[in-house]
């Protein structure tokens, strides 16, 4: 068959050859990024339009047969819920204070171990292993870190301050959270930084150093401006990813194994999604718990969109490595 | 990698290595500090956690804990559990993407860019928006307490992993394919015979993160499966406590090294591939 084409003449005039050629250019794409296509309307955009769909309505996870439409009543609902405001407090105010930090830290590593210095990969190796380390198997490294019968952290800080016997899970649950979170995410962002490093020509800092700039200097004036677009994009996947903690603050509640419906973190570590969560899990509110993750959809979109807004300022793509 | 120590073969002072070693060692002296705790707890007697003052390195490792471990969780099944699920869901995504990253690499077609940028905007949709009427939609389809709603996940590909295979492929020599069209190869056969077998590293580094999601993912297991085919990660959430739900400390921790353990085994082999990997397809270009 494939034989027999080539001898036949060309029959089409050259411009529908020409377009028939790239219809079927055009086809083999989009033969190809097929599944990703299906997948994104079947498994995405559909979920999403569903989602919003149900925040629409009173749907509670069994009333699909005589469900009613509320219009926007689950989102005048959403913006006097003293709770889902006292969860979004806390949610921004734990971004606002570990997003900087795991900034500074992957950073800070990635300079660290991009030295010449001897055993460099197994430093890599030992600042990348928290972030292989899943969740469950986390909060368990966190809850006996800081437990006070049989933890380090209070027998450390006893060494100082003997009668000092800190219930973090009860007295500082975000302290924990935060250090999970930040201890968890500096090896990936590491990673990031490293490559963005690596990235930077030698030529650059030698020069620099040829002139007589400190290693300080190097850092300050050369380096950090190239590394400006790989900050930009840690800071954002830090924040969206940050915006929707929430299985961590569930295990990290005292007391509790798993996360059964029911359970509710200590106040300090209720953060936006663990309500979103209870909303639609415990207490079947599909349709409000839906309205509210939309919320969360668009705050997340305003401070990415705002973060690009502000990127042009800041974020240096002047040199192309 | 190390460019200045190469082209500056010149002694190094005291003070200079101090200030080289000092903080890195410390950083991870820090860092490795839960873990190394969470190895001495593994092998302490349960009274000796309890006991005060906090016993460091106990006297006598109770290696027994780790048989505890194994015997009280029924282990091995639920290990097995997740190994299905992880590989499967790991194996599929990771050919689906290279096949999407392949067709955005090379192939042409109208509206390209702007489906790779919606490739890439998609990452800032809070995933639990979306889980939301999926999960309603797989509980009417009967799809709960299966494992194909990882397996339909894993067919749609995953954002992050079509970034990295389009930009792996994109640094492919045209010329290959060229010549195999010449030969009378297809789109479908130049991926398989020419750009697959030639992506080692890509595979290799997105295997390993793709396979890393459902074992270490609580979230999604814990709401579409039951205590019977749930994976070990729900597993190892809660179970070792004594007949009053008091968590059992030491037998847990074992519990909990001996499910991160692969995990640290596989990433230390493959450290220098993920690194190499994302320095040259990740986010260059």
């Known amino acids: 068959m494939a034989e027999a084409t080539h001898f036949l003449p060309r029959a089409w005039p050259r411009s529908a050859a020409w377009r028939r050629r790239g219809f079927r250019r055009g086809l083999t794409f989009y033969l190809l990024i097929s599944p990703w296509l299906l997948g994104f309307v079947l498994l995405g955009a559909l979920p999403l339009a569903g989602a919003f769909l149900m925040s629409l309505t009173n749907y509670d996870g069994l009333n699909l047969d005589y469900i009613r439409f509320v219009g926007a009543d689950n989102y005048v609902r959403a913006f006097g819920d003293t709770e889902a405001q006292h969860a979004l407090g806390r949610t921004l105010l734990l971004m606002s204070v570990v997003v900087p930090i795991a900034l500074i830290v992957q950073l800070g590593l990635a300079l660290l171990v991009n030295q010449p210095i001897r055993g460099s990969n197994l430093f890599r190796t030992i600042f990348y292993l928290p972030s292989v380390i899943p969740v469950v198997a986390g909060a368990w490294v966190w809850k006996i870190f800081v437990d006070p019968t049989g933890g380090l952290l209070n027998a450390l800080i006893g060494t100082v301050a003997p009668d000092a016997n800190v219930r973090w899970l009860v007295e500082y649950p975000t302290v924990v959270l935060a250090l999970f979170t930040i201890w968890g995410a500096a090896g990936g962002g590491m990673v990031i930084f490293l490559a963005g490093l690596q990235g930077i020509p030698a030529e650059y800092r030698e020069a620099a150093m040829i002139d007589g700039a400190s290693r300080f200097q190097v850092n300050r004036y050369i380096t950090l401006p190239l590394l400006t677009p790989v900050i930009f994009f840690n800071l954002v996947m830090g924040l969206i990813g940050g915006l929707q903690i929430l299985v961590q603050p569930m295990l990290l509640t005292p007391g509790v194994l798993a996360m059964n419906p029911g359970v509710i973190p200590p106040l300090d570590n209720y953060l936006y999604v663990v309500h979103a969560y209870t909303e639609i899990f415990v207490k079947q509110l599909f349709g409000y718990g839906a309205a509210l993750l939309w919320i969360l959809f668009a705050v997340v979109l305003g401070l990415t969109l705002l973060l690009f807004k502000t990127s042009r300022r800041w974020v240096f793509y002047g040199v192309e490595p | ?285």
């Open chain 2, 1 to 285: 990698m190390s460019v200045l120590a190469v082209r500056r073969p010149r002694r190094i002072s005291a003070a200079e290595t101090g200030l080289r070693y000092g903080p890195v060692l410390l950083a991870a002296v820090v860092f490795a500090l839960p873990l190394f705790w969470v190895l001495v707890t593994s092998l302490k007697k349960q009274s000796e956690y309890n006991s005060s003052p906090v016993v460091i390195i106990p006297p006598e490792p109770q290696w027994v804990n780790y048989q505890l471990a194994i015997t009280l969780a029924d282990f091995w099944r639920f290990a097995g559990n997740s190994l299905v699920l992880s590989a499967s869901y790991a194996l599929i995504v990771v050919f689906v993407s290279a096949l999407v990253g392949y067709g955005f690499a090379r192939h042409r077609g109208p509206g390209r860019n702007q489906l790779f940028i919606l490739v890439l905007a998609l990452l800032i949709v809070p995933t639990f928006v979306q889980f939301v009427p999926q999960f309603v939609l797989f509980a009417r389809l009967g799809l709960t307490n299966t494992y194909w709603p990882w397996i339909l996940w894993a067919l749609g590909g995953s954002p992050f992993a079509i970034f990295l295979f389009r930009q792996f492929f994109a640094t492919f020599p045209r010329e290959l394919d060229d010549a195999a069209e010449v030969d009378g190869a297809g789109p479908l056969r130049i991926f398989l015979q020419i750009y697959l077998p030639n992506a080692g590293p890509a595979l290799a580094a997105t295997g390993i993160f793709m396979f890393l999601w459902p074992w270490g993912d609580y979230l999604y297991p814990s709401l579409l499966l039951h205590q019977e085919n749930t994976t070990l990660a729900v597993r190892m959430a809660s179970a070792y406590s004594d007949p009053h739900g008091n968590p059992w400390q030491t037998v847990t921790m074992a519990g909990v090294v001996l499910y991160v353990l692969p995990l640290i085994v596989l990433f230390a082999f493959a450290q220098r591939f993920i690194i190499r990997g994302i320095v040259t397809t990740g986010i260059k270009g």
